[in-house]
Nanobody, 115 residues
Framework: QVQLVESGGGLVQPGGSLGLSCTVS??????????MRWYRQAPGKQRELVAA???????NYADSAKGRFTISRDDAKNTVYLTMNSLKPEDTAVYYC???????WGQGTQVTVSS
């Protein structure tokens, strides 16, 4: 069975930083050939794409994330990261990791930006 486990969420003040990680596990599983994505969903809103990184390491970001967020990956660890800087209250959401090739999702990690 494939598992995606997100971690690193929590409460942070506006302007602060937070780093998220998503580790994929399972027998014979590798993220090496897959695009990986981070999504988020706030209460009452649709899930939205925040960032994506190709198997070759090329990143793409939503306009709301550009200049503030960085997506990265470590294929040897089957892990994708999202580093979030200059956080705003509107970044508050549950953040989900998506293993695109296999269409697997994590359970999400809560990020709350509040003073």
């Amino acid at each position: 069975q494939v598992q995606l486990v997100e971690s690193g969420g929590g409460l942070v003040q506006p302007g602060g930083s937070l780093g998220l990680s998503c580790t994929v596990s399972g027998i014979g599983i590798s993220i090496r050939g897959s695009t990986m994505r981070w999504y988020r969903q706030a209460p009452g809103k649709q899930r939205e794409l925040v960032a994506a990184i190709s198997s070759g390491g090329s990143p793409n970001y939503a306009d709301s994330a550009k200049g503030r967020f960085t997506i990265s990956r470590d294929d040897a660890k089957n892990t994708v990261y999202l580093t979030m800087n200059s956080l705003k209250p509107e970044d508050t959401a549950v953040y989900y990791c998506n293993f695109v090739l296999r269409d697997y999702w994590g359970q999400g990690t809560q990020v709350t930006v509040s003073s």
